[in-house]
C-alpha cells in the first residue's frame, strides 16, 4: 500500500491505475491525449486523474494526480493536469454524483462513427446494451470552455454512454470496472459497425422493441454484478503481463 494513502484510497488508486492499463493493452489510447477520472472517497470532491505526459501504459497508483471539483493540482507531482481534459469529466462529476468513474477516449472506432449521421446503428447485440442507454453531444471543439459543461450535463442525462460528435467515445459508472466494461462494449460496437460497413451489403437492423428490455438483460448477463463480474479476471491478465501499476 502507498504510505501515505488510506487503504480505500490504495485500492482506487491500483483500480484506476489498472484501468488506464489495461486502455492501453486493448489499444484505445491517444498518446496522453485522453483521460480517466475516479472519484475520491470521503467528503469533498475530489477526483484522481492522469499525469499530463505520462502515456497511459507509464501509470502508477502512486502517479496518479488528485484535483479539485475544478481541475486544481492537490497533488505534489512534477506533471501538469490538462485542463481541457478535465473540463468534461469535472462537467460529469458535478451532475451525476452517482458517478464514480468516467472514461473517455478517441478511438479510431469511435471517432469514426461518431462522425457519421446517424451515429451508431442498432445493428448487434452490443449496440443494443449501448442504444438502451446513450446521449449524443454535438462537437463544440475542444473542450475548453466552461460554459460547454451545462450542454454535456444534459446530453448526458441519466445515460450510462455517451457519443461525442467527431470527437469520440465516453462512459460513466458507478465504479472502475462499470466504466472499463461499457466502454469495452461501446467500442466493440463501434468496430462491429465499421467492419459490417465495409463490407457493402445491406444492413439489417434489430427490432426497436429489443431496446426496451436491454437493462434487464445486462443485469441477467452479469448476474447483477456489471463490471465487477470481469473486473478480477482483467486485473489476474494485467498481473500476468504488466503488474507495475501497483507501484
Same mark, same amino acid.
Given at each position: 500500500?502507498?504510505?501515505?494513502?488510506?487503504?480505500? @484510497?490504495?485500492?482506487?488508486?491500483?483500480?484506476?491505475?489498472?484501468?488506464? &492499463?489495461?486502455? %492501453?493493452?486493448? +489499444?484505445?489510447?491517444?498518446?496522453?491525449?485522453?483521460?480517466?477520472?475516479?472519484?475520491?472517497? +470521503?467528503?469533498?470532491?475530489?477526483?484522481?486523474?492522469?499525469?499530463?505526459?505520462?502515456?497511459?501504459?507509464?501509470?502508477?497508483?502512486?502517479?496518479?494526480? !488528485?484535483?479539485?471539483?475544478?481541475?486544481? /493540482?492537490?497533488?505534489?507531482?512534477?506533471?501538469?493536469?490538462?485542463?481541457?481534459?478535465?473540463?468534461?469529466?469535472?462537467?460529469?462529476?458535478? +451532475?451525476?454524483?452517482?458517478?464514480?468513474?468516467?472514461?473517455?477516449?478517441?478511438?479510431?472506432?469511435? $471517432?469514426? $462513427? =461518431? %462522425?457519421? /449521421?446517424?451515429?451508431?446503428?442498432?445493428? =448487434?447485440?452490443? =449496440?443494443?446494451?449501448?442504444?438502451?442507454?446513450?446521449?449524443?453531444?454535438?462537437? !463544440?471543439?475542444? %473542450?475548453? &470552455?466552461?460554459?460547454? /459543461?451545462?450542454?454535456?450535463? /444534459?446530453?448526458?442525462?441519466?445515460?450510462?454512454?455517451?457519443?461525442?460528435?467527431?470527437?469520440?467515445?465516453?462512459?460513466?459508472? %458507478?465504479?472502475?470496472?462499470?466504466?472499463?466494461?461499457?466502454?469495452?462494449?461501446? @467500442?466493440?460496437?463501434?468496430?462491429?459497425?465499421?467492419?459490417?460497413? =465495409?463490407?457493402?451489403? !445491406?444492413?439489417?437492423?434489430?427490432?426497436?422493441?429489443?431496446?426496451?428490455?436491454?437493462? @434487464?438483460?445486462?443485469?441477467?448477463?452479469?448476474? +447483477?454484478?456489471?463490471?465487477?463480474?470481469?473486473?478480477?479476471?482483467?486485473?489476474?491478465?494485467?498481473?500476468?503481463?504488466?503488474?507495475?501499476?501497483?507501484?
Amino acid at each position: 500500500m502507498g504510505t501515505s494513502f488510506s487503504d480505500a @484510497e490504495w485500492r482506487l488508486r491500483c483500480d484506476l491505475a489498472a484501468c488506464y &492499463r489495461l486502455v %492501453a493493452m486493448y +489499444g484505445w489510447t491517444d498518446l496522453v491525449f485522453t483521460h480517466i477520472s475516479a472519484r475520491l472517497p +470521503g467528503e469533498g470532491h475530489r477526483f484522481l486523474i492522469n499525469p499530463y505526459g505520462m502515456l497511459f501504459e507509464e501509470i502508477t497508483a502512486s502517479s496518479l494526480i !488528485e484535483v479539485d471539483q475544478n481541475g486544481t /493540482k492537490l497533488s505534489d507531482s512534477p506533471y501538469p493536469v490538462n485542463p481541457a481534459g478535465f473540463v468534461i469529466h469535472s462537467a460529469i462529476h458535478a +451532475g451525476r454524483h452517482d458517478v464514480g468513474c468516467v472514461l473517455h477516449t478517441h478511438t479510431r472506432a469511435g $471517432v469514426g $462513427v =461518431s %462522425a457519421q /449521421k446517424h451515429g451508431l446503428l442498432p445493428i =448487434s447485440q452490443q =449496440s443494443t446494451f449501448v442504444l438502451g442507454s446513450m446521449g449524443t453531444h454535438d462537437y !463544440e471543439g475542444v %473542450a475548453v &470552455r466552461d460554459d460547454e /459543461k451545462p450542454r454535456l450535463q /444534459k446530453d448526458l442525462g441519466n445515460n450510462l454512454f455517451l457519443l461525442l460528435r467527431n470527437h469520440g467515445l465516453l462512459t460513466v459508472g %458507478a465504479s472502475i470496472a462499470d466504466a472499463f466494461l461499457y466502454m469495452y462494449i461501446f @467500442e466493440t460496437a463501434c468496430q462491429i459497425q465499421l467492419a459490417a460497413q =465495409s463490407g457493402g451489403a !445491406e444492413l439489417v437492423n434489430v427490432h426497436p422493441a429489443i431496446l426496451q428490455g436491454v437493462g @434487464e438483460a445486462v443485469r441477467t448477463n452479469t448476474m +447483477g454484478l456489471g463490471g465487477e463480474l470481469v473486473w478480477p479476471a482483467l486485473l489476474r491478465k494485467l498481473d500476468r503481463a504488466d503488474p507495475g501499476y501497483r507501484n
